[in-house]
């Protein structure tokens, strides 16, 4: 990379949390070995059976993490949104990976290096505190996500996957602006596209939400809640 780039990703860095830990040499090392990659739509960044090489941050664009089987299902297990790292479990791994992942938008990334990583969280406990953490949130969703699958409805499942929605975004005015393909948050919620249509416009028949193309309003926050069986 240019020097102006690597100066431009370094102070990008500085502003995630999980890497705000970092002193300046330590960005310095890490961005002395890391990578930039432009990937286009549709574009695989890594195949199912790849081996790790290092940890991803996507810095603009969108990205999915999914699952493929022999006859051609998918199944998504993840949508990476700009500054969010993935694949951190790798790094501590010899295993190849068990998922792809692909460019839903042109994307940009950074990849730094599997062994500069290894050696600064070594040296630094704050910031292995942090990467472990982030590991931990993403086991955590996992875990919920095959819950929700296992145990909800599919219309829980989509009131779960808006109020969640709602609050990541602290949409305190009630509305939601989906950046993700339906498609795609279907498939993450175990459903087709078309069930998930036909969920979403029950949900606005009954007043619970307003459909308007890729924005959603939640008038009363409450009664989506109320959806959701006490006992679910």
């Known amino acids: 990379m240019l020097e102006e780039e690597i100066l431009d990703f370094s102070r990008r860095l500085e502003c995630l949390p999980q890497f705000c830990v970092l002193t300046a040499p330590e960005r310095d090392l890490l961005m002395q070995n890391s990578t930039k ?16 090489s290092g940890l991803h941050i996507l810095l603009s664009g969108q990205m999915k993490l999914a699952f493929a089987s022999p006859q051609g ?8 949104r700009p500054g969010e790292s993935f694949c951190a ?15 839903v938008r042109n994307s940009l990334l950074l990849h730094l290096n599997k062994q500069s990583m290894h050696e600064i969280m070594a040296s630094n406990p704050l910031f292995m505190q942090n990467i472990m953490q982030g590991m931990a949130d993403d086991y955590q969703q996992l875990v919920i996500d095959f819950e929700s699958v296992r145990l909800h409805s599919a219309a829980e499942r989509i009131v779960r996957y808006l109020l969640r929605e709602m609050e990541a975004s602290h949409a305190s005015s009630g509305v939601i602006n989906l950046d993700i393909a339906k498609g795609l948050i279907a498939s993450q919620l175990n459903l087709t596209q078309e069930h998930f249509s036909r969920i979403l416009n029950e949900l606005h028949r009954f007043g619970l939400i307003i459909l308007d193309g890729r924005r959603i309003e939640i008038p009363k926050v409450d009664a989506l809640q109320a959806y959701i069986p006490a006992t679910a």
Request: aromatic share 16%; charged share 20%; hydrophobic share 50%.
């Open 37 to 52: 990659s432009l990937v286009d739509k549709g574009q695989i960044l890594f195949q199912q059976g790849d081996f790790c």
């Open 73 to 80: 299902q998918e199944k998504v297990l993840r949508i990476i």
């Open 89 to 103: 479990a790798m790094l501590f791994t010899k295993q190849p990976y068990a998922f792809f992942a692909q460019a």
